[in-house]
């Protein structure tokens, strides 16, 4: 179902809470298994936050994202399913978790760190998975109460 702008815009400021939560928590959560942190830091997890929270606005606003997943989606089952929603997902979500993990690891490792760039690739590749995981789950759950709270908020009764 299209959306107005404001809606867009409202959607995704409610969506990225959970979703830029989750990405926090299990980032922090892999780096500490992988003994890279000694323990939960709520600093780090506030900066982390803030930063993906802002990078999940600008990945919805100028990615296409949804237009490639109810595509995608479209092709492969019925508007308004569980699965057409699941489909659907599957490449937002992609999209999100891989711009997303790799902006992150980016920004942890070389920027805040200090470490060479080739870090950041192989702790890229080490996160995605549990990342893209964690993600899907959160935004499968979230998406439908977040656009209708956005659609609620902005009076889109479309």
């Known amino acids: 179902m299209p959306m107005k702008k404001s809606t867009q815009v409202a959607?995704?400021?409610?969506?990225?809470?959970?979703?830029?939560?989750?990405?926090?928590?299990?980032?922090?959560?892999?780096?500490?298994?992988?003994?890279?942190?000694?323990?939960?830091?709520?600093?780090?997890?506030?900066?982390?936050?803030?930063?993906?929270?802002?990078?999940?606005?600008?990945?919805?606003?100028?990615?296409?994202?949804?237009k490639w997943g109810f595509g995608f989606a479209v092709k492969r089952a019925k508007p308004g399913t569980f699965k057409f929603g699941a489909l659907l997902n599957v490449v937002v979500n992609t999209v999100y978790a891989v711009i997303l993990c790799f902006l992150m690891t980016v920004f942890n490792v070389v920027i805040m760190g200090g470490a060479p760039f080739v870090a950041a690739i192989f702790g890229f590749l080490t996160n995605i998975i549990p990342i893209w995981i964690a993600c899907y789950v959160v935004s499968l759950v979230c998406a439908q109460p977040a656009e209708k709270l956005a659609r609620s908020i902005t009076h889109d009764n479309a």
């Open 11 to 66: 959607n995704a400021l409610i969506l990225n809470l959970p979703i830029a939560l989750a990405l926090c928590f299990v980032a922090q959560g892999l780096t500490i298994a992988q003994g890279q942190l000694a323990a939960f830091s709520w600093p780090i997890f506030f900066v982390n936050f803030l930063v993906s929270y802002a990078l999940a606005f600008v990945i919805a606003m100028t990615m296409p994202c949804v």
